[in-house]
């Protein structure tokens, strides 16, 4: 865009600005601001060089309100902090007392507003008054320059001298607004006239004639509460000796006070606008306390409050995290028991097909009473007999499906009913059962190794082989467990790897954080996060879950050498 603006007209540029205005909330984007900023103000910058103050007032005025509204209120690139003024505008004037003479007398030959009777001659007090009068108008400007010149003793008598003369005009020579109409009715304006603000035009001719336009007349009182209310301030960069005696004061004040009445009594709304340019120049000394204060940002900032000490509790987990099954996490089911159950081991459909999740009895287990029903020498009545119970009869056909192939072998004999089915099977069940013993009736008794017969409910001693199963059970709950011994080398083994471990046991970077900072060494750190991870977790399944954990992350090493193979 800046090659764009400098090969194009300012005509052209100022058309096309408008598509930078109007995307400046674009520019103020992290995006663009960070990268950019150096460069729009540097097109900005150039633009304004490149065109005339009092001949693109418009122009100039959109682009300054541009760079106000892209850079932040802080941005003290753009801020006159030194409070330096602009000593290169200059109001140039004739200050030759001949020419200026010559030129009043030329004016009033060629003025038509004038009468001048036959005879009658411009004595010279006259024409010396008023180039009096132009001489010091126009040497207030000097001062409103640089109002640091008033702080000089003979600089403040000769500006106490002028600026008493030329507000004395103002106030004898009163507008009203017949006559400020009747020159806005002279003087019409065209419906596509342009207006701008240029520089005082300063020769003597049209001294009269500026003396009684309101809008002129404006400009010069406000110039005169400008530097009043410079005068009065407290600015950071003003030297010490900068301050005004008592005396001083009292006429700025007195005089501050003509200049509003002034205002008021100009024409057209005077009361409105003194009015408005007192409230503009009130909010200046929030701009001015501001600028004194190194101008602090107008962001709050939230106030820093006392961290205390977290103390370390149990994670509250969000609502789902408990049910995700991932990887070696434990998984919170609600219940300690289910929890335990879920988490004996990552492959829950492994267990499920082991040999301790067979629940399907023997053929011979179950069908152990049936057979002794079905012995003649037993005398049970055949509405008591369990093949002719419903639930006996449909649980018996699901068994012979899953363990006997005499349910799909083919039999020419025709079953008129599910109990005669039955009953034939069981007899070929109980022959299969004891197929050394061909001989033996099916009502025998299992005897005792003395002959005696065993009664009915009464067990055998305790089997050596069930026994053993016990106690491999109960080694192998001992085993899921984690020592203490395990619990140390596990830390040891860790090292700054327990943070991966804390993330992937769905603990928080928070509670990370904190462990951080209550412990200074790495194995207490580890130490309380495995801690506050058992108090939460079953005992049986701790083992294998931090083994699964640990083999997520890749340290199967370490779960190899501390809870072995």
Not at 76 to 88: A, R
Not at 119 to 127: S, V, Y
């Amino acid at each position: 865009m800046s090659d764009i603006f400098d090969a194009l007209t300012l005509e052209k540029c100022d058309d096309i600005f408008t598509f930078v205005e109007e995307r400046v909330f674009v520019w103020k984007s992290d995006i663009f601001y960070n990268s950019g900023k150096n460069f729009l103000l540097r097109m900005c910058n150039d633009l304004l060089r490149r065109m005339s103050r009092s001949q693109n007032t418009i122009f100039c005025g959109r682009i300054q309100l541009f760079l106000a509204v892209l850079f932040p209120l802080t941005e003290k690139s753009g801020l006159n902090l030194t409070s330096e003024f602009n000593l290169e505008n200059i109001t140039t004037f004739n200050k030759n007392a001949e020419d200026v003479k010559a030129g009043l007398i030329k004016s009033r030959d060629d003025s038509t507003s004038m009468e001048i009777e036959d005879g009658e001659e411009i004595d010279d007090n006259t024409l010396m008054s008023n180039y009096n009068m132009y001489r010091k108008f126009w040497s207030l400007q000097d001062y409103f320059r640089k109002p640091i010149q008033c702080y000089d003793k003979v600089a403040w008598r000769q500006f106490y001298s002028y600026a008493d003369e030329v507000l004395k005009a103002f106030a004898s020579s009163k507008l009203d607004d017949m006559k400020s109409s009747r020159r806005k009715l002279e003087r019409p304006k065209t419906a596509d006239s342009h207006t701008y603000f240029a520089k005082y035009l300063t020769s003597e001719k049209l001294l009269d004639l500026q003396m009684n336009d309101s809008n002129f007349r404006r400009h010069i009182l406000v110039q005169f509460l400008i530097l009043f209310k410079y005068l009065k301030s407290t600015v950071k960069q003003k030297q010490p000796h900068m301050t005004l005696t008592d005396d001083q004061s009292k006429w700025v004040k007195d005089t501050t006070d003509l200049v509003y009445r002034l205002l008021t009594e100009t024409p057209p709304d005077g009361q409105q606008f003194a009015a408005t340019i007192q409230h503009t120049l009130n909010r200046e000394d929030n701009w001015n306390n501001w600028k004194n204060d190194n101008c602090p940002s107008y962001i709050r900032e939230p106030e820093e409050k006392e961290e205390k000490p977290k103390a370390i509790r149990s994670r509250k987990r969000s609502i789902g995290e408990d049910i995700k099954a991932s990887g070696g996490k434990i998984i919170k089911m609600g219940n300690s028991e289910l929890t335990r159950l879920w988490n004996i081991d990552p492959d829950n459909m492994e267990v499920c097909t082991g040999d301790k999740r067979v629940f399907l009895p023997t053929l011979e287990t179950f069908f152990e009473d049936a057979i002794l029903e079905a012995d003649p020498q037993q005398q049970v009545d055949e509405q008591d007999k369990q093949v002719n119970q419903g639930n006996f009869s449909w649980r018996a056909l699901r068994l012979l499906a899953r363990r006997s192939s005499y349910f799909f072998s083919q039999n020419n004999t025709p079953f008129k009913k599910t109990s005669e089915y039955l009953e034939t099977t069981i007899l070929k069940i109980a022959k299969d059962s004891k197929p050394d013993q061909p001989n033996v009736s099916i009502s025998e008794e299992p005897k005792l190794d003395n002959g005696q017969e065993m009664e009915e409910g009464e067990l055998k001693d305790d089997d050596p082989a069930d026994l053993t199963n016990a106690e491999d059970e109960e080694k192998k709950d001992k085993m899921q467990t984690i020592t203490k011994e395990q619990l140390h080398m596990l830390t040891d083994k860790l090292g700054s790897d327990w943070k991966k471990l804390a993330t992937e046991l769905n603990f928080s970077q928070d509670e990370i954080f904190s462990w951080e900072n209550d412990y200074s060494n790495v194995n207490d750190q580890a130490m309380t996060m495995i801690k506050l991870w058992m108090d939460g977790e079953p005992e049986k399944g701790a083992q294998n879950a931090m083994k699964s954990a640990l083999k997520e992350l890749g340290l199967l090493s370490v779960a190899n050498e501390v809870f072995g193979h």
